[in-house]
């Protein structure tokens, strides 16, 4: 057990600080954590979708604080994922050391399982990795989005029939279908809707600039649970700390009661008559 000491408020506070077991960096629990992660990330995805669809405003103030709110929110939800998770793996490796020191045995597949730095990063890379590969696919292959050739007057309709000028207007009437690249836009847009606001859908040199880096905005998720799960460690320390303050507190008000009950019984006895 290691002690550090911390003022606090003008007071010194020892801290706490229990040894434990590292784990690998990747273990059976990861196997499960990894499909819930990325769930996780999906259902982020929709209810961001979902709130910043209508949150475009001409207002740029407006604009940011709304999805600006939305960005922030989802990363500290990951990050409190992640530092409950490195909590427990904290806790895991302190009951295995604790079971090490009395001779207690354990599996290997359960020291695995303890914290190590880079699991909660290792994790969300994972996890993250289908939407990586199609915002690198995306980010490879996009470009300036042109604007359409737009619906054709209904006036003109007659004219597409003519062999002279017809093949000028086939655009207008056989427009041209979605491919790949669109589809992957579309799915990277949509992760990344907040984003989008913020750049304006009439900026179309700038959606492409986010596209470009869109792959580097997919690896913000990992991050937020990765930081999160170096937490862990502190958080277990806090609590430590906190027992033991308590303690502390539970033996002085003990010896203060039992002072009183002493000073309370001394103050009864009879006096002696000489």
């Known amino acids: 057990m290691k002690i550090n000491m911390k003022s606090t408020g003008g007071q010194n506070t020892k801290e706490v600080r229990k ?106 890379l994972i996890g993250m990795l289908p939407l990586f590969i199609v915002a690198v696919l995306l980010a490879l292959n996009t470009s300036v989005q042109m604007t359409g050739s737009g619906t054709l007057p209904s006036w003109m309709q007659a004219y597409t029939k003519r062999s002279d000028i017809g093949n000028a207007l086939i655009n207008y009437v056989q427009p041209e279908g979605m491919h790949l690249i669109d589809y992957l836009r579309a799915a990277v847009r949509i992760a990344i809707i907040p984003y989008v606001n913020l750049i304006g859908s009439d900026n179309k040199t700038g959606l492409m600039i986010l596209e470009r880096i869109s792959p580097l905005i997919m690896l913000l998720p990992a991050a937020a649970y990765g930081t999160g799960y170096l937490t862990g460690r502190n958080i277990r320390t806090q609590i430590h700390t906190a027992i033991s303050e308590n303690e502390k507190k539970r033996i002085r008000k003990e010896r203060k009661q039992r002072k009183a009950r002493a000073s309370s019984a001394r103050s009864h006895e009879p006096e002696q008559l000489n």
């Open 19 to 124: 040894p434990y077991l590292t784990g690998s960096i990747f273990d059976e629990r990861s196997v499960r954590t990894i499909p819930a992660f990325f769930g996780t990330i999906i259902i982020i995805i929709f209810v961001t979708f979902i709130a910043c669809a209508s949150a475009i405003f001409s207002n740029f103030l407006l604009r940011l604080l709304l999805n600006g709110a939305a960005i922030i929110l989802g990363l500290i939800i990951l990050f409190n994922i992640g530092s409950k998770r490195g909590a427990d793996d904290v806790n895991r490796g302190e009951i295995l050391w604790q079971k090490r020191e009395k001779g207690q045995p354990f599996s290997d597949s359960e020291q695995r399982m303890c914290f190590h730095p880079m699991k909660g990063y290792i994790t969300g």
